[in-house]
């Protein structure tokens, strides 16, 4: 039976022209940072996996890399590829508030959610670069949101959409039936479970089933992939502390704005008028479970935060009836722009990277180093990862300079992983550098791409490794750049001169899915 909540003080205040205006300062915003540094490590490797359509690759599905490719078509550089995600950031503040409205939030109710979901760093960051996570927060509200909806008011057709947005969103990354698991999880535990009974529900489910088909058949015939990724994750990433984990997530959200996400997972157990939405904070406690057991990081969680800041604000708002109240929670939005104000330059590309890396030290807020490859690098990894590209082709294409001409037929390129490869794939193939070989991801399935080598141009870390391969080895040089990744720095670039075995032969040695 639809629930209408007639109480006029969730009479949300905020109009549709302010919310839009709100919308488009958003996306101004992200896509005039979008332009102010290079292109991303993973930007770079998608733009080269969506120039080889697929439906899938080796480390996500198909959606984001077509994306990456078409948009970087415009030739418009970083900027044009980040386009998607500043709308996405956009949209974001409209979906806030449509919830808001749907959950009948005061005026304060809704414009503390908007400003949460406006500021809160870790937004910010994801919406900064174009990745595969970057959708996952719109994707998973909208979700929610559509529960709501039919729930509340038995609008059944939201179930079908929000079948058709979780299919969209398994097309680029294959995050949501973390989601949806907790959700069905969070229905099972509560009255709500109702709706799973919904014959609309399960029409949506199989629609996000139809659409997600490609991707799943093509990790099948090439061997799931992808699950070899997600047990490597494990060694990969840091395994960090439960209490610095929780910690982090209070930063990393902007620790003024804690309180508000603390509302929304218990607000619905204390406010008679969410009781009906216990399965959503249920849920957002499924999802960090299976963070942790994982060893995940703590953007994966981002998507969960902007329904636990609807549920939030409305459960401040509940509180906040008097004056002095609600002064107080205005109090509090002012001061959590201030923090996300500060802490901004450590989510968006705001400071030129000497001043970052000053920046960075004098106030102590660097974030969590959660990849054991991150240790030792000046920037945080999203701005390190974004710097050095340039420097680090040049370099490689200096060294294929001093082959004499005459051999470079015979010479093939390899680098350790995909952030080179697709680098010099871009900025140096189109000056004559062959196409670039990696055991890393994707670019190991593609394999030899058409070469037979007998000599190797090979970049990484010790070069007397090469020696049992190679019949002679010679340095030709080194890779260096000031901000970025310290991994990807003091690297030699040799020269193989003579494989002792074909490259085809050792090919399977070289598999790196990570």
């Not at 310290?486 to 002792?500: D, M, P, Q, T, Y």
């Amino acid at each position: 039976m639809a629930v209408a909540n007639q109480n006029p003080a969730f009479a949300c205040g905020v109009t549709d022209r302010a919310v839009l205006a709100a919308s488009v300062i958003v996306t101004l915003l992200h896509a005039a940072m979008g332009a102010r540094y290079d292109l991303f490590r993973d930007e770079l490797y998608f733009i080269v996996c969506g120039q080889h359509p697929a439906f899938g690759y080796a480390d996500q599905p198909p959606l984001v890399p077509l994306i990456a490719a078409a948009f970087y078509k415009l030739e418009l550089g970083a900027f044009g590829v980040r386009l998607p995600v500043a709308v996405a950031a956009g949209m974001m503040v409209v979906l806030a508030a449509r919830f808001s409205k749907a959950l009948g939030a005061s005026r304060l109710a809704a414009i503390l959610a908007v400003l949460a979901v406006c500021i809160a760093p870790m937004l910010l960051g994801l919406a900064a670069t174009l990745n595969t996570t970057s959708f996952d927060p719109l994707a998973w509200t909208m979700i929610a949101y559509c529960l709501v909806r039919a729930i509340r008011h038995g609008e059944d057709r939201f179930l079908i959409v929000a079948g058709l947005v979780a299919g969209i969103d398994l097309e680029a990354k294959y995050a949501v039936p973390f989601w949806a698991l907790g959700l069905t999880i969070g229905l099972l535990a509560t009255p709500q479970r109702r709706v799973l009974l919904r014959p609309a529900l399960w029409l949506g489910l199989g629609l996000a089933a139809l659409i997600a088909l490609p991707s799943f058949l093509w990790q099948v015939a090439h061997g799931l992939p992808f699950l070899e990724l997600m047990a490597a994750a494990k060694d990969k990433n840091v395994d960090t502390p439960l209490g610095s984990f929780l910690l982090n997530q209070v930063f990393v959200m902007n620790p003024v704005l804690a309180p508000l996400w603390i509302a929304g997972l218990i607000g619905p157990f204390l406010v008679a008028s969410l009781k009906d939405l216990r399965f959503l904070p249920i849920a957002c406690l499924v999802v960090f479970i299976l963070t942790r057991l994982g060893h995940g990081k703590d953007y994966y969680l981002a998507a969960c935060y902007p329904t636990l800041f609807v549920l939030g604000a409305c459960t401040i708002a509940e509180w906040a009836r008097t004056r002095p109240r609600e002064m107080m929670a205005q109090a509090g939005a002012g001061l959590a722009i201030l923090v996300s104000l500060v802490l901004s330059p450590i989510a968006l590309p705001v400071l030129p990277p000497p001043l970052l890396a000053d920046y960075i030290t004098r106030l102590g807020i660097a974030p969590q180093q959660q990849e054991r490859s991150f240790r030792g690098t000046v920037l945080p990894q999203t701005f390190a990862d974004q710097l050095g590209w340039h420097d680090f082709a040049g370099q490689v294409m200096a060294a294929w300079q001093r082959i004499p001409e005459s051999l470079r037929k015979q010479t093939g390129i390899k680098v350790d992983n995909y952030g080179e490869a697709a680098a010099l794939d871009l900025y140096a193939g189109p000056l004559g550098l062959p196409p670039v070989l990696s055991g890393h991801n994707q670019y190991f399935l593609w394999g030899l791409r058409g070469q037979n080598p007998v000599d190797l141009i090979v970049v990484q870390n010790h070069v007397e490794r090469l020696r049992p391969y190679c019949r002679e080895t010679q340095v030709l040089g080194e890779t260096w750049s000031p901000y970025a990744m310290a991994s990807e720095n003091g690297k030699v670039i040799a020269w193989c001169r003579g494989l002792r075995s074909p490259l085809r032969t050792l090919w399977p040695e070289i598999k790196d899915y990570s």
